[in-house]
């Protein structure tokens, strides 16, 4: 019995390295939780012996070090979806550091969903397009490290908080060494603005 459960205590141990492991991957630290409670049973079951109880302990410290690993993954990279598949600013901001053509293929100008903890937001930025007009833009920074342009003046930014949640919809590009989202067409000649971002607080539309 003192054999079976200090093997039930490494069967705990290597659980329990394998989630932590798997908490830093997005998409697969889903996995976690059937993994997590392998982990946490078989700890249990050690501890109730002496010999085997630091086997136990060990499970345990690392069930609860993977769990909260994946809580702030989630947190920090701001999951967003991209045609319908998880990814976070980490992955794609990696994407364009390492190889812009499979950023291109991939990323540029497709349409981005997350929700975000809103950290700054920078207005009346001046920009001289290639035809010579000069652009204007609100730039909304959120701490998992997004960046939404806006056309200045178009959206009601002057409540937003540091830590207030935003719902965002729009599309992805680029800069010289930053990755954006933006969606909206502008004409030039009569300064009509169509705007195709979606920018949400608390439910509601920040859109003047």
Not at 36 to 47: M, T, Y
Not at 91 to 108: G, H, S
Not at 113 to 137: A, C, D, P, Q, R
Request: proline share 1%; glycine share 8%; aromatic share 10%.
């Amino acid at each position: 019995m003192e054999k079976t459960k200090k093997t039930f205590g490494i069967l705990g141990i290597v659980m329990g390295v394998l989630g932590f492991i798997i908490s830093f991957i997005p998409i697969l630290n889903i996995l976690l939780a059937f993994i997590s409670l392998l982990a946490i049973i078989f700890g249990i079951i050690s501890l109730t012996k002496e010999k085997t109880k630091i086997l136990g302990i060990i499970s345990i410290i690392l069930f609860i070090i993977s769990v909260c690993n994946t809580i702030l993954t989630y947190y920090d990279n701001s999951v967003a979806l991209v045609d319908g598949k998880e990814v976070s600013y980490n992955e794609v901001i990696k994407t364009l550091d390492e190889n812009p053509v499979a950023f291109e293929e991939k990323y540029q100008g497709k349409e981005i969903e997350l929700t975000g903890t809103f950290k700054s937001v920078n207005t009346n930025i001046g920009t001289k397009t290639l035809e010579g007009n000069m652009l204007y833009e609100d730039e909304i920074i959120l701490k998992e490290g997004w960046r939404i342009k806006v056309p200045t003046g178009a959206y009601d930014l002057s409540n937003l908080k540091g830590g207030d949640k935003l719902y965002v919809k729009s599309k992805i590009s680029y800069g010289l060494n930053y990755i954006y989202l933006s969606d909206y067409s502008i004409m030039y000649k009569s300064r009509e603005v169509t705007n195709y971002t979606i920018l949400e607080l608390n439910g509601e539309s920040l859109l003047k």
